[in-house]
């Protein structure tokens, strides 16, 4: 699994950190609000998922330190 961890901005100003499963899938971003990834199991990942529309982002950064 190709991911990126990142800052999400939505256009309601939320924030949301956690990591980006890389590539748009039907005009929405797969998100998992966690830093911790590669210590969960497959199914408690399935269940950690949100589906962003790209329409509801204002910004990403992908530059954490």
Request: no cysteine; glycine share 6%.
């Amino acid at each position: 699994m190709n991911t990126t961890q990142a800052m999400i901005v939505l256009m309601n100003g939320i924030r949301k950190y956690g990591t980006i499963i890389n590539g748009e899938y039907e005009g929405r971003i797969k998100f998992i609000p966690s830093a911790e990834i590669m210590t969960l199991n497959e199914s408690q990942l399935a269940n950690l998922i949100e589906h962003i529309p790209v329409s509801n982002i204002y910004s990403i950064d992908t530059f954490l330190k």
